[in-house]
């Protein structure tokens, strides 16, 4: 796959693979300033703690830079040829 922008709906469900979720909106309380969500790599399953980063939505056709993605995958500690599809150095040599 190229390094380009991707859709925020792609986005999240190339993610989910590695444990990445959204915190949900619950009790009214508001999760993000304006039109952000919050995306979590909790540290246990079900658990609202672990790093977390804000993400712009406009809605699901929302396109995140590549830019903005290579800095979720630094903050997840996503390997970023793992995530692009490009294959690791190790097995170029």
């Known amino acids: ?6 859709k925020l709906r792609e986005l999240l ?3 989910k693979p590695y444990g990445v979720v959204t915190l949900e909106q619950s ?3 508001k999760r993000g300033k304006g039109s952000e969500i919050i995306m979590l ?3 246990s399953p079900g658990s609202r703690q672990g790093p977390t980063i ?3 939505n406009h809605g699901p056709g929302t396109e995140i830079a ?4 290579d800095s979720i995958l630094r903050r997840f500690e996503i390997p970023k040829a793992e ?3 490009f294959p690791s150095q ?4």
């Open 1 to 6: 796959m190229s390094k380009g922008a991707v």
């Open 13 to 15: 469900q190339r993610l």
């Open 27 to 29: 009790g009214g309380s």
């Open 41 to 43: 790599k909790p540290n």
């Open 54 to 56: 804000p993400i712009k």
């Open 66 to 69: 590549p830019q903005v993605i």
């Open 83 to 85: 995530f692009w599809g």
């Open 90 to 93: 190790d097995t170029i040599n």
